[in-house]
């Protein structure tokens, strides 16, 4: 399996609504992100996790959550979201944290706060 | 402070035609380098990368980049563009010592016939 699966791949909610991002992987590796995406820019990286601990967090909103339960798996908690994180999500992995492989993303959820 | 220039925003190649998509870095030492590629409302492949050695990277889908230290330069090349090329690339660099990757604002690409 050299795939990273992001559930789900469309999400309307509210701006009091709480849902949850997706993000699996079975390639084994130890390095997980979140990215943000808007329409026509660049990711812009929001949260590092190497060996299921937070290493990084870009001094992202509190409204977002992430969680790591296991190697395999990570979360992104959103709560009390605002109409401009509007975008397109994107998890990725990679073999471990600070090495340079490069990552494998996933195809990312479109949220869409209304 | 990395940073990475992708100077043209917007390129359009005739099927068939050779590509090279600009790419310029800025980082104290030699960093890794990356190519990814975005087709819409997809997530991002990963092209090639540069760690160290040899300089000519080769890539899937046919892709190959060159680094160029004195230029500080990391250009994506391919020899004769398909119409399933088109897509958003963006180049990409990493410090040594910090996986922070930086990515440039990227590059889309349009194959006409």
């Known amino acids: 399996d050299t795939e990273v699966t992001q559930t789900p791949k469309h999400l309307v909610m509210g701006m009091t609504n709480k849902k949850s991002l997706k993000c699996e992987q079975h390639?084994?590796?130890?390095?997980m992100y979140w990215y943000k995406q808007k329409a026509k820019k660049p990711p812009e990286l929001m949260f590092v996790y190497s060996y299921e601990k937070l290493s990084i967090n870009e001094s992202v909103p509190s409204r977002f959550s992430p969680e790591c339960p296991n190697s395999s798996l990570l979360n992104l908690h959103l709560h009390a979201l605002q109409p401009e994180d509007s975008a397109l999500y994107l998890c990725?992995?990679?073999?471990?944290?600070?090495?340079?492989?490069?990552?494998?993303f996933g195809s990312g959820t479109r949220l869409t706060v209304v | 402070a990395q940073s990475v220039t992708q100077p043209d925003i917007h390129i359009t190649v005739s099927e068939g035609a050779s590509l090279e998509l600009r790419c310029n870095y800025s980082y104290g030492a030699t960093p890794y380098l990356f190519w990814y590629v975005q087709s819409p409302g997809q997530g991002l492949q990963l092209l090639l990368k540069?760690?160290?050695?040899?300089?000519l990277v080769q890539g899937i889908k046919g892709f190959e980049a060159e680094f160029k230290r004195s230029q500080s330069s990391f250009n994506l090349r391919k020899p004769s563009v398909h119409w399933s090329d088109a897509a958003e690339y963006f180049c990409?660099?990493?410090?040594?010592?910090?996986?922070?990757?930086?990515f440039g604002i990227g590059t889309k690409l349009q194959v006409i016939p």
């Open positions: 990409a660099v990493a410090g040594r010592s910090y996986q922070k990757v930086t």
């Open positions: 540069y760690f160290s050695g040899d300089t």
């Open positions: 390639m084994g590796h130890r390095a």
């Open positions: 990725a992995s990679s073999p471990r944290d600070r090495e340079g492989y490069g990552y494998t």
